[in-house]
T-cell receptor, first 113, second 114 residues
Framework: AQSVTQLGSHVSVSEGALVLLRCNYSSSVPPYLFWYVQYPNQGLQLLLKYTSAATLVKGINGFEAEFKKSETSFHLTKPSAHMSDAAEYFCAVSYGSARQLTFGSGTQLTVLP | DGGITQSPKYLFRKEGQNVTLSCEQNLNHDAMYWYRQDPGQGLRLIYYSQIVNDFQKGDIAEGYSVSREKKESFPLTVTSAQKNPTAFYLC?????????????FGDGTRLSIL
């Protein structure tokens, strides 16, 4: 069975500081991993996906994530936070023939001026 | 522009009433999904469909029903058997093929009880 754990339901950073959002997965097969962002009362927007072509994945808006098989982690980072990054972030793993997604419980990112 | 359209954006249900949430996509995607989002719980899968006239239950299907009569449409009915329907409902779709294809999401419908 697949599962995803996001450590920290709320993370606060100052504008310009490093953003680090943690995601650990459990998968019995090579995982297909995704990070999504959600702004209030909106759907989810894809930030990046792990495709096994490279362990460091670059996404939109300056975000990137590193796949570490030994740690079963796929943490999301951004070198310098911007006020517009304030949102909820979800890590997800794909499984099954229908490519269902299992989501983590989400991390609400607050950016302080 | 291609995308997923969910309607209505806000919906209110009375006791004992069934309500239907609409989801339409013009991305020519084969697979469609319905998720329920509650605060602090992430998204949970209600139903999914890989092809027309076929669908499967997800993790929390009780109290919900779906149909897939057309490739572009996947409506969700919240029945009176769903005792706690207040939530944000998200529809998604993806193309066939590799498992690393991302799902694309609509903007959601927020359902509340009157």
């Amino acid at each position: 069975a697949q599962s995803v754990t996001q450590l920290g339901s709320h993370v606060s950073v100052s504008e310009g500081a490093l953003v680090l959002l943690r995601c650990n997965y459990s998968s019995s097969v090579p995982p297909y991993l995704f990070w999504y962002v959600q702004y209030p009362n909106q759907g989810l927007q894809l930030l990046l996906k792990y495709t096994s072509a490279a362990t460091l994945v670059k996404g939109i808006n300056g975000f990137e994530a590193e796949f570490k098989k030994s740690e079963t982690s796929f943490h999301l980072t951004k070198p310098s936070a911007h006020m517009s990054d304030a949102a909820e972030y979800f890590c997800a793993v794909s499984y099954g023939s229908a490519r269902q997604l299992t989501f983590g419980s989400g991390t609400q990112l607050t950016v302080l001026p | 522009d291609g995308g997923i359209t969910q309607s209505p954006k806000y919906l209110f249900r009375k006791e004992g009433q069934n309500v239907t949430l609409s989801c339409e996509q013009n991305l020519n995607h084969d697979a469609m999904y319905w998720y329920r989002q509650d605060p602090g719980q992430g998204l949970r899968l209600i139903y999914y469909s890989q092809i027309v006239n076929d669908f499967q239950k997800g993790d929390i299907a009780e109290g919900y029903s779906v149909s897939r009569e057309k490739k572009e449409s996947f409506p969700l009915t919240v029945t009176s058997a769903q005792k706690n329907p207040t939530a944000f409902y998200l529809c998604a779709s993806t193309s066939g093929g590799w498992q690393n294809q991302p799902q694309h999401f609509g903007d959601g419908t927020r359902l509340s009880i009157l």
